[in-house]
């Protein structure tokens, strides 16, 4: 815990006052004075929310059909595969896209072979290239989170549910998901910090044209040398993902006592 705390006090210290300048505390308000990083701070968080909200959509059937295998070998089998791509380097995750996405990549060969366009298209360097390393990077953790709740489900339940005549969606809405809202919000929190503070996939899918709040910091402390703000933009990010965490625990408190 010291070795967590000790260095996020420092951060923080270090972005409102430092002996050299003073009071630098006015440095937040700078930041959400200009334009480029407001428009940064905003796409930021509708990627983490947008990439966080699709994982949850996919990830929540996956992971029930992972729990219904009764087969353990097969069930053994689907999980070493949810956990093999973690297994793999991002970076080579990521630039595995390049020979999908890029200008003679998979798509655009396909596209041209097809006749449905006449020049390459650029998917490389936007904001969907972004959000399609970010979803296949970070599935895996809110399917695995996802997985072990629902493992730990009374089996029970359901079944006690459905003897009392509770239809499908009752039995999603007032048993599965009260009940696995734990797994919910650790996954939503894996997700949406990865994609906060994810910086090889902004910067290789996303480059210079889908600037994030990590490709920025990387920009003020590296290029610009103003590690000022370099220092607010990491409180700004750590801030946000305690705040959605926050947030998404307080509304599965909601559930949970409906």
Request: net charge positive.
């Given at each position: 815990m010291i070795f967590f705390l000790l260095p996020l006090l420092a951060m923080f210290a270090e972005s409102v006052y430092q002996p050299t300048k003073g009071w630098v505390v006015h440095r937040y308000l700078e930041f959400f004075r200009q334009r480029l990083s407001r428009t940064v701070y905003v796409r930021s968080l509708l990627m983490g929310f947008s990439v966080t909200f699709v994982a949850l959509l996919i990830g929540y059937p996956a992971a029930m059909a992972v729990v219904s295998v009764k087969n353990d070998s097969l069930r053994s089998l689907l999980m070493t595969l949810l956990v093999f791509p973690l297994m793999t380097n991002p970076v080579a995750r990521t630039f595995s896209w390049h020979a999908v996405l890029g200008r003679e990549g998979l798509i655009n060969n396909l596209l041209l072979t097809l006749k449905f366009t006449d020049s390459p298209v650029r998917l490389l360097y936007t904001r969907g290239a972004v959000f399609i390393g970010l979803l296949q990077l970070f599935l895996p953790l809110m399917?695995?989170?996802?997985?072990?709740?629902?493992?730990?489900?009374?089996?029970?339940?359901?079944?006690?549910?459905?003897?009392?005549g509770a239809s499908a969606f009752n039995l999603f809405t007032r048993i599965y998901l009260p009940l696995t809202s734990e797994g919910i919000v650790t996954g939503c929190t894996l997700v949406f910090t990865g994609c906060i503070t994810a910086y090889v996939t902004p910067a290789v899918l996303g480059g210079s044209r889908v600037l994030m709040l990590s490709t920025l910091l990387y920009q003020k402390a590296s290029?610009?040398?103003?590690?000022?703000?370099?220092?607010?933009?990491?409180?700004?990010?750590?801030?946000?993902?305690?705040?959605?965490?926050?947030?998404?625990?307080?509304?599965?408190?909601?559930?949970?006592?409906?």
């Open positions: 399917v695995i989170s996802l997985t072990s709740a629902l493992e730990n489900l009374p089996k029970d339940v359901p079944l006690a549910a459905r003897s009392l290029i610009t040398l103003d590690w000022t703000m370099a220092t607010v933009i990491a409180v700004i990010m750590f801030l946000s993902t305690v705040a959605v965490n926050t947030l998404s625990r307080a509304i599965s408190t909601i559930g949970v006592k409906k």
